[in-house]
């Protein structure tokens, strides 16, 4: 037992060491041209599928799929990079194209969690603020005492009321401390739409309120979709979070199916509000997007799960697209960490967000 304590503690040790190591040689150059950060998560997606496609032995019976044609004709292909292209044609045909992706544990590029728990509210945090809290251990953990980057570049002259976050679960106003931090979190239910007297906001308040609620906490991604393009069409936020829900919650209950419909939708909005971006003179050229997830999955028949005794569950992805991220694809034995995330949104702003908050990682190694 001794031995494979020491064998994990090595090898944790030499992650991190690589990870500095890279991060010496890839310091973000002088002069950046991102003047807005999106950062997407949608919940719980696995590495598996980002980089394979669907897994055809969950296609059927042990992924609760009772139309097993009608799912491979959506999404099965002979070929891994063709079916990950059509479960994922935004992701692959433009992000991993024109920007660069981590997470291929084939591939040598590991991503990983930092923390032990490999549920969403420790995962979310990590990834908000660079590093793992042991303290945070339940997804019904109060208010986050620690400052997220969000917060922080809040308190900057220069993002200061132009930081916002829109999510499908209700745990958001406790993972970035809206109240302290004082950032508009619009999140679930009861909060998923911004003040506005205008009639596509009342609209969206009234579906939002008369729309049978399948998860009382998680609401539909479809909806707040909406409710985020409502506000980006009369606000102009720098930095802007994005977390989608439902794939999670179909994983949770084993359906394969609707975990794979559910993860090509997000694929869509991702394509829907990359479009917006760059159909904006404001923010053309000027944005980067950062997707990832906040946790991994099991292996085989444990896809369904995720927490700190399920094995696997601390592997995930992240893939950048932007105009200080050169176009270099899938990237091989680079390994990364979820809470380089943090530290990375603050370096595409010009910022060192190290040096507010010392336990944070280094960013994602995407620079020149």
């Not at 194209?97 to 945090?125: E, H, L, V, W």
């Amino acid at each position: 037992m001794m031995r494979g304590v020491c064998h994990a503690l090595a090898a944790t040790l030499l992650l991190a060491a690589s990870i500095g190591h890279a991060q010496s040689t890839q310091a973000p150059p002088a002069a950046l041209k991102t003047q807005y950060v999106m950062l997407v998560i949608s919940d719980g997606v696995r590495w598996q599928e980002v980089f394979g496609g669907a897994d055809a032995s969950l296609m059927g019976k042990d992924g609760g799929v009772s139309d097993t044609a009608s799912l491979r004709r959506d999404f099965w292909r002979d070929r891994p990079q063709s079916r990950r292209e059509a479960l994922f044609p935004f992701l692959w045909g433009t992000v991993a194209a024109q920007g660069q992706i981590f997470g291929d544990s084939a591939a040598g590029s590991q991503a990983r969690i930092t923390n032990t728990m490999k549920f969403s509210y420790p995962g979310y945090s990590e990834t908000f603020t660079g590093f793992a809290d042991p303290r945070i251990d339940s997804n019904n953990h109060p208010p986050n005492a620690n400052t997220t980057v969000f917060e922080w570049l809040n308190r900057d002259a220069a993002f200061q009321g132009r930081v916002a976050a829109f999510a499908t679960w209700n745990a958001f106003g406790r993972i970035f401390n809206a109240e302290r931090s004082g950032l508009p979190v619009y999140d679930g239910w009861t909060r998923g739409v911004a003040p506005s007297s205008s009639p596509r906001s009342a609209l969206l308040r009234d579906l939002y309120a008369t729309t049978i609620r399948l998860w009382p906490d998680v609401a539909f991604d479809a909806l707040m979709q909406q409710s985020l393009l409502e506000y980006l069409g009369t606000h102009d936020p720098r930095v802007l979070f994005v977390g989608y829900g439902e794939t999670d919650e179909w994983a949770h209950a084993g359906k394969y199916d609707l975990y794979l419909h559910s993860a090509r939708n997000m694929d869509g909005y991702l394509a829907q509000l990359w479009a917006r971006v760059q159909g904006d003179p404001r923010t053309r050229d000027k944005t980067t997007l950062i997707v990832s997830t906040d946790h991994g999955r099991g292996w085989a028949r444990e896809w369904t799960d995720h927490g700190k005794d399920v094995g696997g569950a601390e592997f995930i992805w992240a893939a950048v697209i932007g105009p200080d991220t050169p176009a270099r694809g899938v990237r091989t034995s680079t390994p990364v960490q979820q809470a380089q995330v943090a530290a990375t949104i603050a370096a595409l702003l010009g910022r060192d967000w190290q040096r507010a908050e010392p336990k944070a990682a280094p960013p994602l190694p995407i620079f020149r």
